[in-house]
């Protein structure tokens, strides 16, 4: 079982910078042993995925956020980081941490099974 929790969102102006941390709880090394991701909701949209982290510390982006955004972690504090440059107001959503046991070299968008209850990101223009 794996518990995560968000925070760092709230309200920036366009062309701004944020960062999101994600803090992972679990008896065992997530860092070492879970593929981890962000996601993001925006109203009246399906949820999409932002961008993966592996166990091993392979990345993968969506194209929508590409060379602004980069995934890290810091295993010592089993926290997932999402740092967020030159926000869009596309970019406004409600943003999901998430987690699934694997130890592959990357991700697969579909299997994350551990969710966060999110944080809110609101870029206005």
């Known amino acids: 079982q794996v518990q995560l929790v968000e925070s760092g969102g709230g309200s920036v102006q366009a062309g701004g910078s944020q960062r999101l941390s994600c803090l992972a709880s679990?008896?065992?090394?997530?860092?070492?042993?879970?593929?981890m991701g962000w996601f993001r909701q925006a109203p009246g949209k399906e949820r999409e995925g932002v961008a993966t982290i592996s166990s091993v510390g392979s990345t993968n982006y969506a194209d929508s956020v590409k060379g602004r955004f980069t995934i890290s972690k810091d295993s010592a504090k089993n926290t997932l980081y999402l740092q967020m440059n030159s926000l869009k107001p596309e970019d406004t959503a409600m943003y999901y941490c998430a987690a699934y046991l694997s130890r592959g070299l990357y991700c697969r968008w579909g299997a994350f099974a551990y969710w966060g209850q999110g944080t809110q990101v609101t870029v206005s223009s």
């Open positions: 679990t008896s065992g090394d997530i860092s070492g042993n879970y593929c």
